[in-house]
């Protein structure tokens, strides 16, 4: 999976943009995981192959967001 942690410099606006165009998501889906990050700290965002959770935090942490790419469960 794909997670993404709240940060003190990028806008809800330019998160949520970026995480429809990393995954694909709508504006409300992007809008909750922004939200989750901010309140959280972090949230997951996207859960697929690990190249493609790979691809898809190459995409966001492009605009300074901090992610991570780890088993959504461990073994």
């Known amino acids: 999976m794909t997670l993404i942690f709240n940060n003190e410099h990028n806008s809800f606006d330019e998160v949520i943009f970026v995480l429809m165009r990393a995954t694909g998501c709508d504006l409300e889906e ?9 309140h959280y700290g972090k949230a997951p965002v ?3 192959s690990q190249d493609e959770c790979a691809s898809v935090a190459l995409v966001i942490s492009s605009i300074g967001v901090e992610t991570e790419v780890r088993k ?3 073994d």
Request: charged share 25%; aromatic share 20%.
């Open 30 to 38: 992007a809008s909750i995981e922004a939200w989750e990050a901010h």
């Open 72 to 74: 959504e469960w461990e």
């Open 46 to 48: 996207h859960f697929a």
